[in-house]
């Protein structure tokens, strides 16, 4: 088992940043892809980005390419993402997963999931 943790959330207004981390224990967290998704209210989870497990390869949708930053650090077990010029469409609550396909963008092929982290862009 993998257990993760999300941190970092806030209100922000259009344009501005934020930095969304997830710490992982448990198993060996080094050995898995980990990704971000994201749920706004009446909506399905959407895949945000992810990344493979020695942090050379990332993967966005377009609607964030540009703008935000995934990024691991294996010797903290730890996670993260930048978002950059935030809009308020953005707004929803983040999820960090593990143990997925970084080839797919489908979430249900990831394992662990931590327990989300609100954010909210104000216009």
């Known amino acids: 088992q993998v257990q993760l943790v999300e941190s970092g959330g806030g209100l922000v207004q259009a344009g501005g940043s934020l930095r969304l981390s997830c710490a992982a224990s448990?198993?060996?967290?080094?050995?898995?892809?980990a990704g971000w998704f994201r749920q706004a209210p009446g909506k399905e989870r959407e895949f945000v980005a992810a990344i493979n497990w020695y942090g050379k390869n990332t993967v966005y949708t377009d609607s964030v390419k540009g703008r935000f930053t995934i990024s691991r650090d294996n010797a903290k077990n730890t996670v993260n993402l930048q978002m950059n010029s935030l809009k308020p469409e953005d707004t929803a609550v983040y999820y960090c997963?593990?143990?997925?396909?970084?080839?797919?963008?489908?979430?249900?092929?990831?394992?662990?999931w931590g327990q989300g982290t609100q954010v909210t862009v104000s216009s």
């Open positions: 448990g198993r060996p967290f080094s050995v898995y892809v």
């Open positions: 997963a593990a143990g997925g396909d970084i080839s797919s963008s489908d979430y249900s092929t990831y394992r662990y």
